[in-house]
C-alpha cells in the first residue's frame, strides 16, 4: 500500500515558478512509477509528467515540456514537480500518483493523493 500527500501548490503569477512536492509512505515506494496529472475546472484530467522508479527516465506531455521538471528521491520517499514559466492554462488540480509503467501516463495509476491547487494569474 502507498499513500501520497501533496504540498507546494498556491497562486502564483504569469511567468513565476512553483515546486510541487509528493511525499510517500510505504515499503514499495521504490517499486512504482510516479508522475502528475492535473485537472483544470470542466476539463478531463490529464497527464503533466512521470518518471520511472530508478528516475533515469523521464517523459512529459507537450505542454509542459521545457517547463517543467520531474525528480524523485527513493532514499526520502519524495517526488517533486518543479514548474517554471506558469501560464494562467496550466491553473489547475495537481495530483500525485504511483503505479505500474505505463498507468500514470494513461491516467490509470493505483494511488493517487488528495490534490493540490495550482493557480496562475495573468
Known amino acids: 500500500q502507498v499513500q501520497l500527500v501533496e504540498s507546494g501548490g498556491g497562486l502564483v503569477q504569469a511567468g513565476g515558478s512553483l515546486r510541487l512536492s509528493c511525499a510517500a509512505s510505504g515499503r514499495t515506494f521504490s517499486s512504482y512509477a510516479m508522475g502528475w496529472l492535473r485537472q483544470a475546472p470542466g476539463k478531463v484530467r490529464e497527464f503533466v509528467a512521470a518518471?520511472?522508479?530508478?528516475?533515469?527516465?523521464?517523459v512529459y506531455a507537450d505542454s509542459v515540456k521545457g517547463r517543467f521538471t520531474i525528480s524523485r528521491d527513493n532514499a526520502k520517499n519524495t517526488m517533486a514537480l518543479q514548474m517554471n514559466s506558469l501560464k494562467p492554462e496550466d491553473t489547475a488540480v495537481y495530483y500525485c500518483a504511483a503505479g505500474v509503467p505505463g498507468t500514470v501516463r494513461n491516467g490509470t495509476p493505483r494511488y493517487w493523493g488528495q490534490g493540490t491547487q495550482v493557480t496562475v494569474s495573468s
Open positions: 518518471i520511472s522508479w530508478s528516475g533515469n527516465s523521464t
